[in-house]
């Protein structure tokens, strides 16, 4: 499944999926964003269980302000609607992995 980019106008059929929803708020000059966007593309690849999006903060700023957004890149989980994980900064595959298993 390819990466959702997620806007104020998709968002509510997106996170009302039946399947986990990985979002990735990022900004286009954010060096950390960039060295997790290709790792978030390969788990939307990889996982037709997970529904996958990213957000641009920029773009998305009501968005970002919902979700207390504060530093980017930002992960969060969510299942049936409610954030079930949430982590700041560039982490690695396993760690973003893990945060689906929650």
Same mark, same amino acid.
């Given at each position: 499944m390819s990466v959702i980019q997620v806007t104020k106008d998709n968002f509510d059929s997106i996170i009302k999926s039946d399947k986990p929803v990985l979002l990735d708020f990022y900004a286009d000059w954010c060096g950390p964003c960039r060295m997790v966007s290709p790792i978030v593309d &390969?788990? %939307? #690849?990889?996982r037709d269980? !997970?529904?996958?999006?990213?957000?641009? $903060?920029?773009?998305?700023? &009501?968005? %970002? #302000?919902?979700?207390?957004? !504060?530093?980017?890149?930002?992960?969060? $989980?969510?299942?049936?609607?409610q954030v079930t994980s949430q982590l700041s900064g560039a982490r690695p595959k396993a760690q973003i992995l893990e945060m689906l298993e929650k």
């Open positions: &390969e788990i %939307a #690849e990889e269980d !997970v529904k996958v999006g990213k957000i641009n $903060v920029d773009a998305e700023a &009501e968005l %970002a #302000e919902a979700f207390g957004i !504060v530093s980017i890149p930002t992960l969060v $989980v969510m299942k049936n609607g």
